[in-house]
């Protein structure tokens, strides 16, 4: 008999690791970039095109309030 631990908070390092596979299928891989800077900066790009163009993926992340 094997238990595998499950993080109670799992579902948010899944859409984490979910965006993370997104920018990088997306806009980074089979990319040439000459520096570090440039590739932070293609990211950045990225995701300020993703945030002014949203596509909603599944039911909306809810922050509880404090």
Request: cysteine-free; overall charge positive.
């Amino acid at each position: 008999m094997q238990f595998h631990f499950i993080p109670k908070r799992a579902s948010r390092v899944n859409r984490i690791e979910t965006r993370f596979g997104i920018i990088t299928r997306q806009s980074i891989r089979r990319g040439a970039f000459s520096s570090v800077k440039v590739l932070i900066k293609q990211i950045r790009d990225y995701i300020a095109h993703w945030n002014t163009n949203p596509k909603r993926q599944g039911p909306a992340l809810r922050v509880p309030a404090r």
